[in-house]
């Protein structure tokens, strides 16, 4: 078996199996990652009209945004169910005969149509230029691209004995990271000098969140060096769930609410899901 060309859940099962429960659970995390961006794109579609129509292309980019991740942690979720096959001579999964190995590769394309989504969001939320729109779509667009395809790569090489490649590649990726999070950080802070109180704290709020839940990535790209084994694979799959729940549903939802306050506050008015501008 060529190591290089497979992640540590393969090489773990491949080698020793995983019990029925790290099996379900790992199921049931992937199903609860696809499930709640399905309910999220309702929430989203449903809420379109409660803001004003200069901010509507930020919660269009979320209906976007869970349409790609509950199709492609769908196709994610199949590949972990027919990848592996129970054997009850041993009471274990194993990976069955002929099926290709389990990828974490749909997450990466998943991140790849994504990123660039959730990060133009936020710039049709704030009081911006078009032009510094642009220069930060620009940005966000390469560095949040190059930031997914770098470690896209380095995860081809976490299964390897030597593990040079998978830090080099991880690295590459972490400096992207910090110049994405860096510049989230000044469109934030830039933009609630010109807010109100109100939506300015949660504002706040979203850099916090956007903070932590992006930190969870790393975490996760790093499980097969702190946990090679059982509940590393859990532990991958739980972490790489959660944060993509807080980095693409909660944070579209606080984005939605910031576009509902600055609305409300420039007299647009909302009549269940029947917009019209305030008299």
Do not use: C
């Not at 190591?3 to 659970?25: K, R, V």
């Not at 590949?79 to 749909?106: C, D, K, M, R, V």
Request: proline share 3%; no cysteine.
């Amino acid at each position: 078996m060529n190591t290089g060309l497979i992640n540590f859940e393969n090489l773990i099962i491949a080698n020793q199996g995983i019990s029925p429960m790290t099996f379900d659970m790992v199921a049931q995390i992937l199903t609860l990652g696809f499930a709640v961006m399905l309910a999220a794109l309702f929430y989203f579609v449903l809420t379109i009209r409660t803001v004003a129509p200069q901010y509507r292309i930020s919660s269009v980019l979320s209906v976007v945004v869970m349409v790609s991740a509950f199709l492609i942690l769908f196709f994610q979720a199949q590949s972990w169910t027919q990848t592996f096959t129970f054997n009850f001579s041993t009471g274990l999964y194993e990976l069955a005969p002929g099926a290709e190995a389990f990828s974490n590769g749909f997450r990466y394309l998943n991140w790849l149509i994504d990123v660039p989504m959730l990060l133009f969001q936020i710039l049709f939320i704030v009081n911006i230029t078009r032009e510094r729109r642009a220069v930060l779509r620009n940005w966000f667009f390469f560095s949040g691209a190059m930031m997914i395809i770098t470690g896209y790569i380095g995860q081809f090489y976490e299964a390897q004995a030597d593990l040079t490649p998978f830090f080099i590649w991880g690295a590459i990726s972490t400096a992207f990271f910090f110049h994405v999070l860096y510049l989230i950080f000044r469109v934030i802070q830039e933009s609630r000098k010109t807010m109100s109180q109100r939506a300015g704290d949660n504002m706040q709020l979203i850099w916090y969140l956007f903070f932590v839940s992006w930190m969870l990535y790393p975490g996760a790209y790093l499980m097969p060096i702190f946990l090679n084994n059982e509940a590393g694979i859990v532990g991958r799959q739980l972490t790489y769930t959660v944060a993509d729940i807080a980095s693409k549903v909660i944070y579209g939802v606080m984005l939605t609410y910031v576009a509902q306050i600055r609305s409300e506050e420039e007299g647009f008015v909302s009549d269940m899901g029947v917009a019209k501008a305030a008299s």
